[in-house]
T-cell receptor, first 110, second 114 residues
Framework: EDQVTQSPEALRLQEGESSSLNCSYT??????LFWYRQDPGKGPEFLFT???AGEEKEKERLKATLTKKESFLHITAPKPEDSATYLC???????????FGKGTMLLVSP | DGGITQSPKYLFRKEGQNVTLSCEQN?????MYWYRQDPGQGLRLIYY???????QKGDIAEGYSVSREKKESFPLTVTSAQKNPTAFYLC?????????????FGEGSWLTVV
């Protein structure tokens, strides 16, 4: 069973059409939830870290939120340059590194 | 500029060969990591090191080896024992080996078996 599940696997939006990406996790003792953006053929770029339920963080058109079992990455009025794969990862007690989900591939059409 | 440098960007390996991927960071980070990324799969941890001269196996260490002789360097060797090495390899680092710290990534290296 995957400890971190991202949905949908792929999402196609029209420019300006807002939506949300989901990251659910089953680990206990969450220490942090991380969002990254990855462009094709490049390394992931750090976006946000969330540490506790109820926390929210924003950056330009992106807003990340966290509950006890999942996180959402809200994209408001996306632009084509927001097209990328968005990765979610968690850190939890007893494990020294991050556990990643498989990502959501976002395509924003003009 | 501070960052993580991986080289080469593209590498081809013949059957039975060992190849080494380089990773250097100038962020003064204590911890360094190697991940493998395959299409349709999440990032999988190969090895990580929290301090110099010490490293631990990750989830898929078989067929790989590492060394950590200097704080800024963490090379990965893909040995001939790794039967399916074609993948995108990512090196990363964090300030400390505490899982609450943010991990930052290099630009990746593509390895193809020919």
């Amino acid at each position: 069973e995957d400890q971190v599940t991202q949905s949908p696997e792929a999402l196609r939006l029209q420019e300006g059409e807002s939506s949300s990406l989901n990251c659910s996790y089953t680990v206990s003792g969450l220490r942090g939830l991380f969002w990254y953006r990855q462009d094709p053929g490049k390394g992931p770029e750090f976006l946000f870290t969330l540490y506790s339920a109820g926390e929210e963080k924003e950056k330009e058109r992106l807003k990340a939120t966290l509950t006890k079992k999942e996180s959402f990455l809200h994209i408001t009025a996306p632009k084509p340059e927001d097209s990328a794969t968005y990765l979610c990862a968690v850190s939890y007690s007893g494990y020294s590194t991050l556990t990643f989900g498989k990502g959501t591939m976002l395509l924003v059409s003009p | 500029d501070g960052g993580i440098t991986q080289s080469p960007k593209y590498l081809f390996r013949k059957e039975g060969q060992n190849v080494t991927l380089s990773c250097e960071q100038n962020l003064n980070h204590d911890a360094m990591y190697w991940y493998r990324q395959d299409p349709g799969q999440g990032l999988r941890l190969i090895y990580y090191s929290q301090i110099v001269n010490d490293f631990q196996k990750g989830d898929i260490a078989e067929g790989y080896s590492v060394s950590r002789e200097k704080k800024e360097s963490f090379p990965l060797t893909v040995t001939s024992a790794q039967k399916n090495p074609t993948a995108f390899y990512l090196c990363a680092s964090s300030a400390q080996g505490d899982s609450g710290n943010t991990i930052y990534f290099g630009e990746g290296s593509w390895l193809t078996v020919v």
